[in-house]
């Protein structure tokens, strides 16, 4: 019975708790400010955005109070009006003057701690600022290896209100991957499963590398590339079930993805629904593109590509408010595809798109990137394919985009926030087999002057060449989607003992790069280069007339169709190549080169890949002279395991003078034995290659006739070093040339 009075109370409570907040109000006459001693009393006043003569209330004092807060210059802020008289009490934040890093010699880490910092030297101290920034740099030290880094504060107060903080670092060890392991049902070996992640094992020839060190995002970007790759391979309901991260006694890491593969899924039927207004007949194409995938495995990557068709199509023929979904559905071991096409989506317009965290790169750079522009309509495939093509470029370690209301409802803002990360790599290679020993050394940037320009620089040697290259590369150059690419190279090439020659050669080469159709690729090329070439003393008197010195200039191009079902690792489709090289001064021992390559891969059995490659090549005079000698075709080593490098076909006298013509025909396929054998993969190889035709010297003994040879090839993933060897046996051949039936290589890149 005493509810309702009681209800009827607290109504009452707070429609007078209302009044009593909002009915306040006073004209200010004056304004008292007591306790600044840095800030003056107008600063104050700006700071708080008020004014004499402006009517308050308590909402617009808590307002000023809160903007002195959000200045940080103050620990204490005290406000009240009576008497039309703001009084403002302030206790000003002592001033940093004096920040220092401690305990780092490195220093380029130094600087991004301190910008990291939101602290300041000459700016205010704000007590909770201090966790923020410890974390900060505990963060920024364990993505670059630092996981056992302590940071301690050091606070100094002077007798000026002044304060001098200290940030104490002990780095510690660094936090080095020991191991990575994957469990589960993997299906892969892990020979095969490390080469689709971006994280290392910590081997000594990796010491350069910063892979090897543990860093959580980069465990992340592993998480999703292992989800891609089991993806394309059909295996649609993989999941990693969880990632552990273990250190031992030594404070290395163990890292173990536990992977849960599911069965393999195959392509079902296909359709697209169109709305009714739709013209059929532009998406029929695409629909009976994807019906050929029929019965074929599942993989992502179709997927994607037909909605980039799709996309082709809808902008093509103005359908600007087009959106797509995917409804995938799941039938035994089939999965049906749906693509379904909504076009009832609001006439919505990009006002604006904003980019943040762009400390280095221009924003231009970023920019580039988008396929749609401020006011243009809003395109969700378009939107979404312009985020990818800004990850696609390597500068950013993570990309975030917000789609952001107006006041207009026809009108959206983008928020691009990115985070850069490091671009500059060194790498280095070393490598010794039977065909001898090989160094390399190289530095890349891939964000040079903040302007996504690349530049690699490579010094390499080996036991015939002495090898140096700089590139410059500029990504869609001016705004065309193609890359400009320069070349500086030279090269010193001694190959006197066995091929009768050596050679220096210097030049340059402009270019580029664009995509034409779809994974349709062209490549031309200008270059001009000079050449010094020396015959051994030994050699025949018409190779010693090719000594001296030349000049050339070539316009080349390659065209490339890349129908693989993935870059690395193919599985499936085939990769085409057709490149000729035309001299534009034909009067000085000129030659035309052109080139043709097929590799077909094939997936027989789950998982057990087999490969089939055919290449020719020719190399023609243009001129009254032959095919000078450095310019001759000579076999590489993987054309013709079981025959020593370049030691087939012609010979004068002692010297294999190589020909005018080269082809070859290879096919290998996995072996499925020893499968617990986690880091060693078999294969069994077939080879036929020949080169021949010699222009200059009729008498010497030529064939066309293939060499071939059948084999067997490892690659072991050693604890010293990845270790390649084949085992192959001639089965023809010719009584010249030199036969090498064991081969290995061990090398890496680091």
Known sequence: MFKQPMKNKLYILIILLFFSTNSFSEVVKEVSIEGNQRVNSQTIEIFGGFKIGQDLNTNDLNNILKKLYETKFFKNVNLSLENSILKITVEENPVIQNLIIKGIENNALKEKIEEIITLKEKNPFVENEIKFGINNIKNLLQDVGYYFSSVELLKKENSNNTIDLVFDIDLGKKAFIKEIVFIGDKKYKKRKLLNVITSEEDKFWKFISSKRLLNKQRIELDKRLLLNFYKNQGYYNVSILDETVK???????????????????????????????????????????????SGEKYSLKIVEKMLDEIETIASNKSYEFVNASIDEQILDDKINVTIKILDDQPNIYISKINIFGNNVTIEDVIRNEFIIDEGDPFNNILFQKSINNIKSTNIFKNVESKILNTDDNSLKIIDITVEEKPTGQISAGAGIGTSGASTSFGIQENNFLGKGIKLDSNLSLSEETIRGLFAYTKPNYKNSERDLILTVESQETDRLTNFGYKTSNTGFLIGTKFEHLEDFFIRPNFAVSYETLDTASSASSLLKKQEGDYLDATASYSLQLDKRDQIYQPTDGFISTFYQSVPLNIEDNQTLINSYEIKNYYEYFDDLVTSISIFG???????????????????????????????????DGGDFVGGNYLASFNAATEIPIFESLETMDFNMFYDAANVWGVDYNSSINDSSALRSSIGIGVDWYTPIGPLSFSLAQPLSKKSSDKTESFRFNLGTTF
């Open 617 to 651: 090549k020719a190399a023609n005079s243009l001129g009254e002279d032959d095919v000078r000698i450095s310019n001759r075709l000579y076999l590489p080593s993987n054309k013709l395991r079981g025959f020593e490098r370049g030691k087939v076909g012609p010979i």
């Open 247 to 293: 250190y031992d006694e030594n404070q290395n890491f163990n890292i173990v993805f536990n992977i849960e593969s599911g069965s393999k899924f195959y392509f079902g039927n296909f359709k697209i629904e169109l709305p009714t207004d739709f013209e059929k007949k532009y998406f029929k194409k695409i629909e009976n593109k994807l019906n050929k995938f």
